[in-house]
């Protein structure tokens, strides 16, 4: 048993490919044309002839009218087939090649015909007109066929109408030259045609090389794809043209620069302000896995370049990263710092069993007296003056951390911070980044402290962190808080110069600065301003009650 394959269906229409289908509209827009203009050529042409026939047959008439020796012969002869006003009619109509030329007089009797047998009769169409001394040109229906004709009146020397003129030329002719002349407009037509013809082939290609020879079906399912796919996607994505101008953005984009879509046909400059995030989408910066800040997100940013001139940059979001980063490098200082407490816990245990052996009882109560006043005395100092619980517990986890580095970390006397802070998170984050430079800035030097001193001013928070480091260079005090910038190893984990163009970045979003100096006696001394950065303070309770009423007099007792 075979089996029957099926017929394949024969499939009508457009063809499916751009290419085809620009070509074919093309070509038939061309032909169209083509034909149309030959067809408004062809009509007015048709016209031209007859009115060219028309006035020819007139210009001829009127020369036969204005010899006087015809008007003489009309008045002297009879209308014979061989009279002198025939031999001259018929001289005029074969030097002229007339169909006819016809001479009667008032009464409408020919003088003259192709035909001699016919002299002597009526006319056959009426010589009204040009026996009322008018002129006419016409085409009419005669005794010889369809004609172009003229039709003067023909006057004796003394001006008064005596007959009239009527010569004819056949259509026939009118016909064939307009016949004639078109083999030659359709070859222009054909030229034409051939040439738009090869135009559009040309224009096809370049077209099919442009969209990769695909079907109209495949670019719009690639349009839609390329939305939902800008759109989906959670990295950011921003196309540039030729002149550097926005021409896309989607909806992460938008999310982490901050921006919407009337940032579309402006340069990176005019849509985020001047800035390295400006610098980076604009090409300014060249590179991979470009470090950003904009706003309080942390961004990564490639730039690609397209075959158009333009440029498409994508952007991805670190900030949960890299604070994961921090929180890890805090997480192993505080690891390394309980180590150290815990080999350092150890040899005081070991101490304290050595003075209980030795009976030495009073010296182990006073050792362990001073070891828990220390620690307590650091809490409790901080804790006194820094009435926010996160930022105490960051100072305590820090100075534990700098006494594991070898450096001493305290804080100013004139530290006083209320628990009033509107984002306390924030300040978290700026005092974090700045305690950890300083300690890195102190680390291996002699004599290694850092100083952190936090107050308020009305509503305004200010901190400064003085350091014994080696200090800024007056030349490197702004290029610091350039976004990437940093004359540090990265870790592993994560990279550099990241913590201060944010601590900037914070401050700036507060209304306020950061800046650095020279600390008194050397070092670095970074100094930061938020203004608003705490609410106004409680008034006090209204007194209620008992402790309202003024005291009686048992009372006062």
Do not use: C
């Not at 007859?50 to 008007?71: E, G, K």
């Not at 540039?240 to 926005?246: F, P, T």
């Not at 007194?543 to 009372?555: M, S």
Request: aromatic fraction near 2%.
């Amino acid at each position: 048993m075979t089996r029957t394959v099926p017929a394949r269906r024969l499939r009508l229409g457009l063809p499916r490919r751009v290419f085809s289908q620009v070509l074919l509209m093309q070509v038939a827009i061309a032909a169209g044309v083509a034909v149309l203009a030959t067809g408004l050529f062809l009509a007015p042409l048709g016209e031209q002839l007859d009115d060219q026939a028309m006035r020819r047959a007139l210009a001829i008439a009127q020369t036969t009218a204005q010899q006087p020796q015809i008007a003489e012969d009309l008045r002297a002869t009879g209308p014979t087939p061989g009279g002198p006003v025939q031999q001259e009619a018929e001289r005029i109509r074969r030097a002229t090649g007339a169909e006819y030329v016809v001479v009667l007089d008032r009464r409408g009797v020919r003088w003259s015909h192709t035909d001699p047998e016919r002299i002597g009769g009526l006319v056959s169409t009426d010589p009204g007109e040009a026996l009322a001394g008018r002129e006419v040109m016409e085409i009419d229906e005669g005794t010889l066929g369809r004609t172009a004709r003229g039709k003067v009146p023909l006057r004796n020397a003394g001006g008064e109408v005596i007959g009239a003129v009527s010569v004819g030329i056949a259509y026939d002719s009118v016909r064939a030259r307009l016949i004639h002349a078109i083999p030659g407009l359709l070859a222009y037509a054909g030229g034409a045609l051939a040439v738009g013809a090869l135009a559009a082939w040309l224009i096809s290609r370049r077209v099919q090389r442009q969209t990769r020879d695909l079907a109209f079906s495949d670019i719009a399912a690639l349009l839609a794809e390329r939305e939902a796919m800008l759109h989906g996607i959670r990295e950011g994505v921003v196309a540039l043209d030729r002149d550097g101008r926005v021409r896309l953005l989607n909806d992460e984009a938008q999310r982490l620069l901050g921006i919407g879509e009337e940032a579309v046909g402006s340069s990176p400059d005019e849509a985020l302000g001047a800035g390295r995030t400006a610098d980076v989408l604009a090409g300014r910066v060249t590179g991979t896995d470009l470090l950003t800040v904009r706003g309080q997100r942390v961004l990564v940013a490639n730039r690609m370049p397209t075959d158009d001139g333009g440029a498409v940059a994508t952007l991805r979001d670190r900030t949960e990263l890299d604070q994961l980063g921090r929180e890890l490098d805090s997480t192993r200082g505080l690891i390394d710092a309980l180590r150290a407490q815990d080999h350092e816990h150890a040899n005081r245990m070991h101490t304290l069993l050595g003075l209980l052996e030795l009976e030495m009882y009073e010296d182990a109560v006073e050792f362990v007296g001073e070891v828990v006043g220390d620690h307590r005395a650091t809490s409790e100092q901080v804790t006194e003056r820094i009435r926010d619980p996160l930022l105490a517990a960051l100072l305590v986890g820090k100075a534990t951390v700098a006494a594991e580095r070898g450096a001493a970390l305290r804080l100013s006397d004139r530290s006083r911070l209320p628990d009033r802070l509107v984002d306390p998170r924030g300040l978290v984050t700026v005092v974090g980044n700045l305690v950890d430079n300083a300690l890195d800035a102190v680390a291996g030097t002699p004599d290694a402290r850092v100083e952190v001193e936090l107050r308020a001013e009305g509503r305004t928070a200010v901190l400064v962190v003085r350091d014994t480091g080696p200090g800024v260079p007056p030349e490197r005090r702004e290029l610091i808080f350039t976004e990437g910038w940093s004359t540090k190893e990265p870790p592993g984990h994560r990279e550099r110069g990241i913590g201060l163009p944010l601590v900037r970045r914070l401050a700036h979003r507060h209304g306020g600065d950061a800046r650095v100096g020279e600390a008194p006696g050397g070092g670095a001394e970074f100094t930061v301003v938020l203004p608003e950065a705490l609410t106004e303070p409680e008034p006090p309770a209204a007194l209620t009650g008992a402790a309202a009423r003024p005291a009686g007099p048992e009372e006062a007792r």
